[in-house]
């Protein structure tokens, strides 16, 4: 009697772990869950890229820095020129006299109106 039991016990314990594995599964192989899987993968990729992408940056940044103070003290040069202001065009004034449009007309802008 203790054995059938136990194997009685030992079978529905295994029937319910590999029902559950098989459920498990399924959920994972569903459309929607495998579009999660996918954005959460592309989501770190790019995350990854990024911080690379931002690490050759800022080496190349460095780098650049110490080749152009090598520059430089190569060419005697210590002293940072003095650059000229950027010049900017002179602003064109609203004309108010000549307005480019009619203020007075009988022109409609309802675009849901008959034409």
């Given at each position: 009697?203790?054995?059938?039991?136990?194997?009685?016990?030992?079978?529905?314990?295994?029937?319910?772990?590999?029902?559950?594995?098989?459920?498990?599964?399924?959920?994972?192989?569903?459309?929607?869950?495998?579009?999660?899987?996918?954005?959460n993968?592309?989501?770190?990729?790019?995350?990854?890229?990024?911080?690379?992408?931002?690490?050759?940056?800022?080496?190349?940044?460095?780098?650049?820095?110490?080749?152009?103070?090598?520059?430089?003290?190569?060419?005697?040069?210590?002293?940072?020129?003095?650059?000229?202001?950027?010049?900017?065009?002179?602003?064109?004034e609203?004309?108010?006299?000549?307005?480019?449009?009619?203020?007075?007309?009988?022109?409609?802008?309802?675009?849901?109106?008959?034409?």
């Open positions: 009697m203790f054995r059938r039991t136990f194997w009685f016990t030992t079978g529905v314990a295994a029937g319910v772990w590999a029902t559950t594995k098989v459920n498990r599964k399924l959920k994972q192989l569903t459309p929607e869950s495998l579009a999660a899987t996918a954005a993968k592309a989501l770190e990729t790019g995350a990854r890229l990024k911080d690379r992408a931002v690490g050759f940056a800022l080496d190349v940044r460095d780098n650049m820095a110490r080749r152009e103070a090598e520059l430089e003290e190569a060419l005697g040069i210590h002293a940072d020129p003095e650059l000229q202001a950027p010049r900017r065009p002179a602003a064109i609203n004309d108010r006299s000549n307005p480019k449009y009619i203020e007075n007309t009988t022109y409609s802008y309802n675009r849901n109106e008959d034409h």
